[in-house]
């Protein structure tokens, strides 16, 4: 193996036990070892008891760390020692989570919180679930992260299962595609693959700008569609752009994206924040103040999920000090965890990273580089991570700005930085820092 490959693999590694914890990644995935890189697939081996687990359970934060740590997007495969493959089939479903085939029953219509920003959204996949195909097809919905779109996609996936009297779902996002295919291609069974998701009543496609510069994986889904479209099925698909602003797909797809109803979800105002609160904290059975609930929603206007976010955090906090869930907690809570009252609105990729440069004293060029030094990684993880948290940006366009990183790069270093925040009180601090002087 080359040496610059193993050094990669020493990183991967790394960020794997950063991952998945320090138990998982001894028992099982330290035991794997890197055999080589074959075009974009990473290939990995190891023992026949650890690495048919590993495939199967840990094939995303695999995926996720190789990705992050080669700049690319790569497939993962793992076989056993001794050149014992996993069969075809397993290994193109070691790369496919478990969520292409069920939808999430937590996301239901009933919990989802309609309000002036996703109305016509919510309309459109409500109508699209009790007559499929009749109604809109292709509903496309598009809006920031975080907003409601997933929500919706697995509403309608939901719906369907109950009342549908027995039509075939399938839920999938870009990227899982786009992994089960290029699975199907080195497993030589694309048969299997074209039966998984053209063979279904709807297909719901979530995230679609995943596919955006992988022309084979664009190739796949336009007939997908096709097939799909001119077998009656319904088709509803999410993106975080208007069909066409994704301008790295080509144009025939886009068109087809477009061809149907395309509807948007916006920020909620700050009446659907606090309904939406009140009905997670409902669903959870925890009992909330409404001045709390308030002071929570004038501090986290980006999103749905960050909204969400936050008022685990204040349970978590009150849990952990005892106290009652009133306002001055949910002030308490929030500033802990980075967040200020009205400080998330207005603020721009650009003043973040112009923060984090003050405060760590480094330049915007070291920032943005490819550097691995302990002090610019993690300068650079916490401006991604307020990135996420304090706009409306999503996570390909925060890793553009960030030096044309893949967003799975910023994935990990938000998942890095949300827990150091709770385990290291100089990570915090930094974070604490850093909001405050957004919010000056």
Known sequence: MESNLEQHWQEIRVALRDSVGDRTYSLWLAPLRCIGLDGDTLLL???????????????????????AVLGRSVAVAVEADGGVAPAPATAAASLVPSRTTEPNPKYTFEQFVIGKSNRLAHAAALAVAELPSAAYNPLFIYGPPGLGKTHLLHAIGNFVRTFGGGLSVRYATGEDFTNAFLAALAARDTEQFKARFRGVDVLLLDDVQFLERKARSEEEMFHTFNSLYEAGSQIVVSSDRLPSDLAGIEERLRERFASGLVTDIARPDRETRIAILRKRAAYDSVEISAEALAVIADGVATNVRALEGALIRVVAVASLEGRPLDADLALHALARHGFRAQTSEGVTIDQIIASACSHFAVSEHALLSRSRVASIAWARQAAMYLSRELTDSSLPAIGQRFGDRDHTTVLHACRRVAREITQNPSALADIEALTQALSA
């Open 45 to 67: 081996a190891g023992p026949p008891e650890v690495s048919a687990w590993a495939s199967s359970r840990y094939a995303a934060a695999l995926q996720e760390a190789s990705t």
